[in-house]
T-cell receptor, first 112, second 113 residues
Framework: NAGVTQTPKFQVLKTGQSMTLQCAQD?????MYWYRQDPGMGLRLIYY???????DKGEVPNGYNVSRLNKREFSLRLESAAPSQTSVYFC???????????FGEGSRLTVL | DAKTTQPPSMDCAEGRAANLPCNHS???????VYWYRQIHSQGPQYIIH???NNETNEMASLIITEDRKSSTLILPHATLRDTAVYYC??????????????FGKGTKLSVKP
């Protein structure tokens, strides 16, 4: 099983450019999440989706939008990238009965 | 703010048990204690979780105090590959609280030969 797959793995943007980070899971999980991790810091929740068709803000949602396209896919969009959004982004999904989170390998974004 | 408090770093000799403490004095009755680890810059990896009883799996043991205000993750025979940042997290199992998973800075465990 692939688990949680994120694309792209690396991206460099200029300030003001837009892009979408893609995430897909093949475990039939209802809940999916987007986190960011800055150097030397823990993970911070950006947005989450408890089920298909629903999304909610996390701790640091400003500057981001999300789409839960279907049960498998949860995308994160930066409409106008800023240097403060330089970070590593992790997508995750959770197993319903245990709450165990499964993470992707991360997408490393640099905004110049 | 994170609901847990962990030491920023710990060292452990290879082959010895690594005991990682976590304080969660404000844990509520329906919240579980979860442990994850992050090796280098990979995505975090689930280790174990528990409510009030001690738990053991193939990776580790989790000891939760009777008052549930603290816990200890035990790696019984640490190897160099266990060098990682270990996160202790408290959260509910179901519902909206699933989204409010707060990672602190964790404990950086260094296993030394």
């Amino acid at each position: 099983n692939a688990g949680v797959t994120q694309t792209p793995k690396f991206q460099v943007l200029k300030t003001g450019q837009s892009m979408t980070l893609q995430c897909a899971q093949d475990m039939n999980h209802n809940s999916m999440y987007w986190y960011r991790q800055d150097p030397g810091m823990g993970l911070r929740l950006i947005y989450y989706s408890a089920s298909e068709g629903t999304t909610d803000k996390g701790e640091v949602p400003n500057g981001y939008n999300v789409s839960r396209l279907n049960k498998r896919e949860f995308s994160l969009r930066l409409e106008s990238a800023a240097p403060s959004q330089t970070s590593v982004y992790f997508c995750a999904s959770s197993r319903p009965n245990t709450g165990e989170l499964f993470f992707g390998e991360g997408s490393r974004l640099t905004v110049l | 703010d994170a609901k847990t408090t962990q030491p920023p770093s710990m060292d452990c000799a290879e082959g010895r048990a690594a005991n990682l403490p976590c304080n969660h004095s404000t844990i509520s009755g329906n919240e579980y204690v979860y442990w994850y680890r992050q090796i280098h810059s990979q995505g975090p990896q689930y280790i174990i979780h528990g409510l009030k009883n001690n738990e053991t799996n193939e990776m580790a043991s989790l000891i939760i105090t009777e008052d549930r205000k603290s816990s200890t993750l035990i790696l019984p025979h640490a190897t160099l590959r266990d060098t990682a940042v270990y996160y202790c997290i408290v959260r509910g199992l179901y519902g909206g609280s699933q989204g409010n998973l707060i990672f602190g800075k964790g404990t950086k465990l260094s296993v030394k030969p």
